[in-house]
């Protein structure tokens, strides 16, 4: 069981896991996800750690069919600019090895944004902190789990 299992379970919402053998070749891990599972690629989210200003970290997860847009994470979360975070740093806050990061169950707590496209789905699919593993659930549970923010982050 990974830490955003656990946090799911200890926050008592609702939630399903979906299992799939994942590919290591594979060209997008969250468009694998998508075709294993059986799920539109749009109700796919992956979590994406970026640097704000050179000096603190935030997480923006956006659907595995669009890019995270640096400058609307940015103008998001009040900060001049955003990078993607060095993969070190993402695994040490988060936890979590690149490829599997969950937005649920961090080290730390990071701030977080969600892709406003969100809203408009029943239920979205999230990493559950491994390769081949996702966590099915709510929108709006994930975002009271992270204390999340959605705002239009795709571009």
Not at 37 to 64: C, H, N, S, Y
């Amino acid at each position: 069981m990974t830490p955003a299992i656990e946090s799911a379970k200890k926050a008592r919402v609702a939630f399903a896991t979906h299992a799939y053998i994942h590919d290591e070749s594979a060209a997008s891990y969250g468009l694998e996800a998508a075709e294993k599972l059986g799920v539109a690629p749009e109700a796919i989210f992956k979590t994406l750690v970026v640097m704000l200003d050179g000096k603190r970290l935030a997480v923006g997860i956006v659907p595995v069919t669009a890019q995270l847009g640096l400058k609307h994470i940015a103008r998001a979360a009040g900060a001049k600019k955003a990078a993607m975070a060095p993969p070190a740093e993402v695994e040490r806050a988060t936890g979590y090895v690149l490829g599997g990061v969950s937005p649920l169950g961090q080290k730390k707590c990071l701030l977080t944004y969600i892709d406003a496209s969100a809203e408009a789905l029943e239920k979205i699919y999230v990493s559950a902190g491994k390769r081949g593993l996702e966590i099915e659930l709510v929108p709006a549970d994930l975002a009271a789990l992270t204390a999340a923010t959605f705002m239009p982050l795709a571009v």
